[in-house]
Nanobody, 123 residues
Framework: QWELVESGGGLVQSGGSLTLSCTAP????????FAWFRQTPGKEREGLLC????????TYVDAVKGRFTVSRDNAKSTVSLRMDNLKSEDTAIYYC????????????????WGRGTQVTVSS
C-alpha cells in the first residue's frame, strides 16, 4: 500500500520550532520528489515547499521563506520540514505529498498523500 506517513505535529508556542517528518514505505524513495502542503478549515490546500530527487528545494510561499526548511534523507526514506519562529497563522494540518515528476505548488499535481499532522501555534 503506497501511503505517506507524517509525524511530529503538536502544540507549540508562538516563536517556537517544530520538525515534521514524512516517511514513504513502499516507495523507491530516491525516485520521487516531495512537497509539504498545509490546510486550514474552509481553505484550499496550500503548497509550501518542494524538494526534488536531486535535493534542490523550492519555497512557494513568501510567508514561510526564511522560517521553514525542507530536507530529505534518502538512506532513511524520510523527508523533514523544519519550522522555526512559528506564528499563530501557521496553525494548520500539514500534509506530505510525493510525485515522480511534479514540483508544482498545486495539490492536483501530486499523486500520493499522507493523512496529515496537526500543528497548533498558541499566541
Amino acid at each position: 500500500q503506497w501511503e505517506l506517513v507524517e509525524s511530529g505535529g503538536g502544540l507549540v508556542q508562538s516563536g517556537g520550532s517544530l520538525t515534521l517528518s514524512c516517511t514513504a514505505p513502499g516507495f523507491t524513495f530516491e525516485d520521487y520528489n516531495f512537497a509539504w502542503f498545509r490546510q486550514t478549515p474552509g481553505k484550499e490546500r496550500e503548497g509550501l515547499l518542494c524538494i526534488d530527487k536531486s535535493g534542490t528545494t523550492t519555497t512557494y510561499v513568501d510567508a514561510v521563506k526564511g522560517r521553514f526548511t525542507v530536507s530529505r534523507d534518502n538512506a532513511k526514506s524520510t523527508v523533514s520540514l523544519r519550522m522555526d519562529n512559528l506564528k499563530s497563522e501557521d496553525t494548520a494540518i500539514y500534509y506530505c505529498a510525493t510525485s515522480r515528476f511534479s514540483c508544482a505548488p498545486y495539490a492536483e499535481s501530486w499523486g500520493y498523500w499522507g493523512r496529515g499532522t496537526q500543528v497548533t501555534v498558541s499566541s
